[in-house]
């Protein structure tokens, strides 16, 4: 069974930052791209990143880009989201998903780790 | 960015009725390849989200078969042919053909 959990979700004061992990189960995870997606609670949902299977290329959202870095550690079955110089409009749930490779798809998904950016 | 309207918000239904849910692309999502790249996605109260249709019509494992998905081009529509309690959620279309991805803005889907 395909699992992603996500941690690492916080209170954090603007400004600052957090390092979101995600450890997937029941596939073999350096095989697929990976992507990482954000939901303001009560929300839409915005995608803001992806790596490729073996991490040697990255995308990310303008509003995220410079700011943000996703990594992975395929020895560990995880993905990473760095995130930087925090604001308020960070506050989201963010979710790690697989990418469904030829489908251009999004296939399995967690459960989110919350993160809020307040003084 | 290629933006993503669904309509209507808010759908209140009637258990055993049909529903039906429009999602609309500013611009063609045929992508270069021939296919087009569409996908719905239910948000259940407290979940995260789950995929239920992707390539416009192809239903995932584990899809009850009253969801399909239909359209071409531009327009695209969901549609549940008897609404049962568990189908309550936001229900999200997102388009796989352009990056960067995109998602509407998702309907209500309720109780009446």
């Known amino acids: 069974e395909v699992q992603l959990v996500e941690s690492g979700g916080d209170l954090v004061q603007p400004g600052g930052s957090l390092r979101l992990s995600c450890v997937a189960s029941?596939?073999?995870?350096?095989?697929?791209?990976m992507h990482w997606v954000r939901q303001v609670p009560g929300k839409g949902l915005v995608w803001l990143s992806r790596i490729r299977s073996d991490g040697r290329y990255t995308d990310y959202a303008d509003s995220v880009r410079g700011r943000f870095t996703i990594s992975r550690d395929n020895a560990k079955n995880t993905l990473y989201l760095q995130m930087n110089s925090l604001r308020a409009d960070d506050t989201a749930v963010y979710y790690c998903?697989?990418?469904?490779?030829?489908?251009?798809?999004?296939?399995?998904w967690g459960r989110g780790t919350l993160v809020t950016v307040s003084s | 960015d290629v933006v993503m309207t669904q309509s209507p918000l808010s759908l209140p239904v009637t258990l055993g009725q049909p529903a039906s849910i429009s999602c609309r692309s500013s611009q063609s999502l045929v992508h270069r390849d021939g296919n087009t790249y569409l996908n719905w996605f239910q948000q259940r109260p407290g979940q995260s989200p789950r995929r239920l249709i992707y390539q416009v019509s192809n239903r995932d494992s584990g899809v009850p078969d009253r969801f399909s998905g239909s359209g071409s081009g531009t327009d695209f529509t969901l549609e549940i042919s008897r609404v049962e309690a568990e189908d309550i959620g936001v229900y999200y279309c997102?388009?796989?053909?352009?990056?960067?991805?995109?998602f509407g803005q998702g309907t209500k889907v309720d109780i009446k």
């Open positions: 029941g596939f073999t995870f350096s095989n697929y791209w």
């Open positions: 997102m388009q796989g053909t352009n990056w960067p991805w995109t």
């Open positions: 998903a697989r990418d469904d490779y030829g489908r251009n798809s999004l296939d399995y």
